[in-house]
């Protein structure tokens, strides 16, 4: 048996594959929330009910997030908590979830204003 060669041969595909589902993991499931959280602080500290770029941001990052899982499911076979193919269903319900948070937050960090509270 031959030993594997690097470049061009279906193991090399196979690592770079996994690298990229490994990043698009990270993306959504803590790079992603992490941006958020930081956007929704900023937006907190502003005057309430005000839409500013910080807004669109996070709308963006919000968006980005929810594209990182969607590729993670669709084109790099994502799996769920327990090691099971993602499917359709767990990407809708991510999405609608998610979506429903990440639009709280940002009615509730829209609402107070944190810079001039005494």
């Not at 937006?43 to 669109?56: M, N, Q, V, Y």
Request: hydrophobic share 50%; with cysteine; glycine share 8%.
């Amino acid at each position: 048996m031959a030993a594997p060669t690097v470049g061009g041969t279906p193991e090399s595909a196979d690592r770079a594959d996994s690298n990229a589902s490994t990043l698009l993991r990270l993306g959504w499931m803590l790079i992603g929330n992490a941006v958020i959280a930081v956007l929704a602080c900023v937006i907190w500290i502003g005057p309430a009910w005000t839409l500013t770029f910080k807004d669109a941001l996070y709308w963006i990052a919000a968006a980005g997030t929810v594209l990182l899982r969607w590729l993670d499911v669709f084109r790099h076979h994502g799996q769920t908590a327990d090691g099971q193919p993602a499917t359709p269903r767990h990407f809708r319900r991510y999405a609608i979830g998610f979506g429903c948070i990440v639009a709280a937050i940002w009615a509730c960090v829209q609402s107070f204003e944190l810079a001039n509270a005494e």
